[in-house]
């Protein structure tokens, strides 16, 4: 890759070499976008009761074969997801509470 000066290159300089440095293609896959949608809309609804959470699970499972995902791959962690959803809001420290 042409050696081109880095986006935030100062923040960046200790761990790049400098200013300049290759940089790395992003790559997104459709499916994790439609994925990540679905999470945010079902985050802003704020409707976490067990037929709302059950309704979540079967769409992403719908969306998910859809676009050729095994559900049941992701399920657990899509659960671990929901488990931190609707319990108040997050400590001052926690990502989402910044």
Do not use: C, I, N
């Not at 074969?65 to 609707?86: H, I, M, S, V």
């Amino acid at each position: 890759m042409p050696d081109e000066p880095l986006v935030g290159g100062a923040g960046l300089e200790g761990r790049a070499g400098g200013t300049h440095g290759e940089a790395v293609p992003l790559v997104t896959y459709p499916e994790a976008v439609d994925v990540a949608w679905s999470m945010l809309r079902f985050e802003q609804a704020s409707r976490f009761g067990t037929t709302d959470r059950t309704r979540w699970l079967t769409d992403m499972a719908h969306l998910m074969a859809g676009a050729g995902l095994d559900f049941t791959a992701g399920r657990d962690e899509l659960l671990r997801w929901l488990d931190g959803r609707g319990k108040g809001a997050p400590g001052p420290g926690h990502p989402r509470g910044r």
